[in-house]
């Protein structure tokens, strides 16, 4: 998100939160990006894999579900886990599964 500097941007971090919810959020933001154009905004969806998942079924899910939704602009990536250190502790993202998802803007 960093490297965008002074766009608009929008971190989606989905931990319990049921992917046809993040579907409808990121449709939206696809249509916004495409309103602004991807110059103007910039969107992620971050899956933080709270069921400790491996790779392989995580990127076979995060996949369909950016096909199943239609995403061509809204980045879609994932962490190891909700308390990863490194990716979602540097945002200070709460791990706790009562939060469902955090976004940021």
Known sequence: MCKYGYLQGILIWV????????????RRLEEEIAMKGPRRICAFIVYMNPNNESKSEVERRLRSFALNAGLSHVAVTYVPSPGDARTSGLYRINPSPEVRNTVIV
């Open 15 to 26: 931990n319990t939160d049921d992917l046809v919810n993040i579907a409808v959020m990121a």
